[in-house]
């Protein structure tokens, strides 16, 4: 997708068609987009839940965040993952797309943010945001 400079992008998303994940999520979006960020959920064009077996991509990303959570995982806990070396290099095309990984003032800022509490403003901090971890 190529966004011109001043243009704001559409995004959709689609999601793994998971019951309680589901309600969850559409609230966390409509609060983006009707409550306090409209400027970044009037970007938000659609919301899709599929089921993963009709939808293999999103199985993949399903996959994807499974290894690159097992990956952060052991890198955190100097341990060895059980899974294959070479699942994580296939999901990620040898590491040139590698995903970030949500850090705790992230996370904390999203659960502020569904409680509608104090530390939900920690979302617009640029840091936030960290790295898988080295590459091993």
Same mark, same amino acid.
């Given at each position: 997708? *190529?966004? $011109?400079?001043?243009e704001?992008?559409? /995004?959709?998303?689609?999601l ?5 994940e589901?309600? *969850?999520?559409h609230?966390? /979006? ?6 306090r960020?409209? =400027? ?5 064009k659609? +919301?899709?839940f ?7 991509? /999103?199985?993949a990303a ?5 290894? =690159?959570?097992? *990956?952060?995982q052991? +890198? ?8 294959? &070396? ?12 590698? %995903?970030?990984v949500?850090? %705790?003032?992230?996370?904390? =800022?999203?659960?502020?943010?569904? =409680?509608?509490g104090?530390g $939900?403003?920690d979302?617009?901090? &640029?840091?936030? *945001?960290?790295p898988l971890?080295?590459?091993?």
């Amino acid at each position: 997708m *190529r966004i $011109s400079q001043g243009e704001d992008p559409e /995004v959709g998303i689609v999601l793994d068609d998971n019951h309680e994940e589901s309600l *969850r999520f559409h609230k966390w /979006v409509n609060e983006i987009k009707y409550g306090r960020d409209q =400027a970044i959920g009037r970007n938000i064009k659609s +919301l899709c839940f599929v089921d993963d077996i009709g939808y293999p991509l /999103v199985q993949a990303a399903d996959m994807l965040a499974y290894a =690159a959570r097992d *990956r952060q995982q052991c +890198l955190n806990d100097g341990t060895t993952s059980e899974l294959q &070396p070479s699942i994580y290099e296939k999901l990620t095309n040898n590491r040139a797309s590698e %995903p970030e990984v949500l850090g %705790p003032i992230e996370l904390d =800022a999203l659960e502020a943010l569904e =409680a509608g509490g104090p530390g $939900s403003d920690d979302l617009s901090k &640029p840091q936030m *945001r960290v790295p898988l971890g080295p590459r091993i």
